[in-house]
C-alpha cells in the first residue's frame, strides 16, 4: 500500500483492487467514518462529498457506499463524446485506455451504448422483419417485443463477461511485467468500442465488426506483445473472433427471419444469450465461413 | 396554512417561503384537522394535487410544484392506463404479439429508476423520489397519443392513419421529453446536462416505439 501523504495516479487502481479483495479495509483518515455508513438513496449530505470527490481527492470508499459507484461517473459531455470518436477510429499510434481514458474510466458510456446498441438492434430486426412481409398478401405487422429483452440480454452480457474474461487472462500473465489494464478500463473499452455498432445497424455489421475489432486489437497488442508472438496472436485471434461471433449471431438471430412462421425465433432463445460465453475457444472457420453466406439483399 | 399550497413560485426556485413555517409543529395540526373531516374532502385535496401537476406538466414553466410536492399517484395512473391501452395488440402467435401489461410497467418504472440513478451519480442535486415523479407524470403527453391513437385506428389502419400517429407521437414524444428536460436540467452541473438528457430521450423513445408500433387484433 502507498504511503497516504502521496498522490500518484497509480494509487487510485491499487486501492480500489485492495478494496475490493478486503471489503472492509477502508484507509483511515480523518471525517471518513460518517462517509461510509450513507445508504444508497441520495440524502442532502451526499452533496458534501461529491464535491471533495470531485475536487481529485480520490479516496477510496466502500463499495457499499453511493460515493463509490459515483466516482465512476465522473465524466464531462465533452469527454464522452472524445471517448466515442476515439473508440471508432483507430489509429495504432494511440492507445484509447492511455490516451483517451487516462486513469478516470467511466461506466457511463459502456452502459447507455450497450443500452443504445441493444435498442437499434431491437429496432433495425423490427423494421427488416417489417420490409420482408410486406410483401406478403396477407400483411401483418406484430411488433415482436421480445426481441428487445433479448438483445439487452445479449449485449448487457457481451459487454460485462467477455472483458472479465480477457482481464483474468491478462491478470495471469501479469507476471511478465506488462501491466495489466483494470478491469474497468478493460470494460470501459469494449463499452465504447461497442459504439461503432449503433450508427451502422444491419447494413455495415461486417465492417463495424472489423473497425471494433481493430480498435481492440490495437489497445490490446502492447500487453500480450509481451508473451511472445503466439499467445499474442492467439488473444488478438480470440478477440476478434467473439467480436465476429457477436455480429453474426445478432445478424442471424435478428434479421433472418424465416418467411413460414412466426415462432421460429422462439427455439434459438437460448442460444445467441450464450453463444458468446460458450465459445471461447475461437472458432475461426466456423465464425468467419457464415459471414458470406448472409443474404446479399442486406 | 392551507393557502401556502397553491403558491407556485415560477422564477427564484431556491426560494421557498418555508422557512417561517415550523414544519414540525404542522403537522400535527394537519393530521388532528384532516382526520374530521370527510373522505370526500381528502379525496379532491389529492385530485386536486394531481391534476393541477397534469397542467403543469401540459405547460411545461419554471415551476417549482412539480418537485416540491411530488407524489407518485398520478405516475401510478398514467402508467396503468398506457398499460391497458397497449393491451389489445396481438398477433398471428401469442409469443410475436406486442408488449405485455407487465413489461409495460415494468419498462416505465424501471426506466424511470435507471435514469433517476443515472442524473444521481452524475452529480445531479435531485432527490430520487421528485426525479420518478417528474419522470412519471411527463409519460401524459405519450398517454394522449396513445388515446389518439387508439381512436386513429379505430376509423381504419392505412397509410394516411400510420402517417398520422406518426406526426401526434413525434409531436408527444417531443413534448414529453422537453417537459421533463425543462424540469431535470436545472439540477444538473452544467457540463453535464447532455449526459443527463440522453438516457431520458432513450427512456421516451422506447415508450413511443411501443405506442407507435401498436396493431390492434
Known amino acids: 500500500m502507498a504511503a497516504p501523504g502521496e498522490l500518484r495516479f497509480q494509487e487510485f487502481e491499487e486501492a480500489a483492487e485492495l478494496l475490493s479483495a478486503t471489503p472492509n479495509a477502508t484507509t483511515p483518515r480523518a471525517g471518513d467514518a460518517a462517509v461510509d455508513v450513507d445508504p444508497e438513496e441520495g440524502k442532502p449530505g451526499d452533496d458534501t462529498d461529491t464535491t471533495e470527490l470531485l475536487a481529485g481527492q ?57 443500452a443504445t446498441l441493444a435498442l437499434a438492434l431491437a429496432i433495425s430486426g423490427n423494421l427488416s422483419h417489417l420490409t420482408e412481409k410486406r410483401a406478403a398478401p396477407a400483411y401483418r405487422y406484430s411488433p415482436q417485443f421480445h426481441n428487445v429483452t433479448i438483445a439487452a440480454t445479449l449485449v448487457y452480457c457481451y459487454a460485462w463477461l467477455v472483458p472479465l474474461g480477457l482481464w483474468g487472462l491478462l491478470r495471469w500473465r501479469q507476471s511478465h511485467g506488462a501491466g495489466a489494464f483494470t478491469f474497468l478500463q478493460t470494460v470501459c473499452v469494449y463499452g465504447y468500442s461497442l459504439s461503432a455498432y449503433v450508427p451502422t445497424a444491419w447494413l455495415l455489421l461486417a465492417l463495424a465488426a472489423l473497425l471494433s475489432a481493430s480498435v481492440l486489437a490495437i489497445t490490446f497488442w502492447p500487453l500480450l506483445r509481451a508473451d511472445g508472438r503466439a499467445t499474442a496472436l492467439a488473444g488478438v485471434a480470440a478477440v476478434v473472433a467473439l467480436h465476429a461471433l457477436l455480429a453474426v449471431g445478432c445478424k442471424l438471430y435478428f434479421f433472418q427471419q424465416p418467411p413460414s412462421a412466426g415462432p421460429a425465433p422462439s427455439p434459438p432463445h437460448p442460444a445467441p444469450g450464450t453463444e458468446g460465453l460458450r465459445s471461447r475457444a475461437p472458432q475461426l472457420p466456423g465464425a468467419n465461413g457464415s459471414l458470406p453466406s448472409a443474404r446479399p439483399a442486406r | 396554512f392551507t393557502g ?214
Open chain 2, 4 to 217: 401556502l399550497a397553491d403558491v407556485s413560485i415560477s422564477e427564484d426556485i431556491p426560494v421557498e417561503g418555508e422557512i417561517t413555517v415550523p414544519v414540525g409543529s404542522r403537522s400535527p395540526d394537519e393530521d388532528f384537522s384532516t382526520l374530521d373531516e370527510p373522505v370526500r374532502d381528502t379525496i379532491m385535496r389529492d385530485l386536486k394535487a394531481v391534476g393541477k401537476k397534469f397542467v403543469h406538466v401540459m405547460y411545461p414553466k419554471k415551476s417549482s410544484a412539480l418537485l416540491r410536492d411530488w407524489d407518485l399517484w398520478g405516475p401510478l395512473v398514467l402508467c396503468v392506463s398506457l398499460a391497458l391501452m397497449l393491451q389489445g395488440g396481438s398477433a398471428d402467435s401469442k409469443e410475436d404479439g406486442g408488449p405485455q401489461f407487465a413489461e409495460v410497467f415494468v419498462i416505465i418504472w424501471f426506466g424511470a429508476v435507471v435514469i433517476t440513478l443515472n442524473s444521481k451519480l452524475l452529480g445531479g442535486t435531485i432527490s430520487f423520489f421528485q426525479s420518478l415523479c417528474v419522470l412519471g407524470y411527463c409519460v401524459l403527453p405519450l398517454t394522449v397519443a396513445m388515446l389518439v391513437c387508439r381512436l386513429v385506428l379505430l376509423a381504419g389502419s392505412g397509410t394516411i392513419s400510420f402517417i398520422i400517429r406518426l406526426i401526434v407521437v413525434v409531436a408527444m414524444f417531443g413534448w414529453s421529453t422537453l417537459a421533463s428536460t425543462a424540469f431535470l436540467a436545472d439540477s444538473q452541473p452544467p457540463n453535464r446536462k447532455a449526459l443527463v438528457v440522453y438516457p431520458i430521450f432513450l427512456f421516451y423513445f422506447v415508450i413511443s416505439w411501443m405506442i407507435l408500433t401498436f396493431t390492434p387484433q
Open chain 1, 58 to 114: 480520490r479516496r477510496p470508499h466502500g463499495f457499499w457506499t453511493f460515493e463509490y459507484y459515483q466516482a465512476f461517473f465522473d465524466v464531462d459531455t465533452q469527454q464522452v463524446l472524445e471517448r466515442i470518436k476515439g473508440s471508432v477510429t483507430p489509429l495504432p499510434g494511440k492507445n484509447f485506455v492511455r490516451h483517451h481514458l487516462r486513469n478516470n474510466p467511466d461506466l457511463y458510456g459502456p452502459f447507455w451504448i450497450c
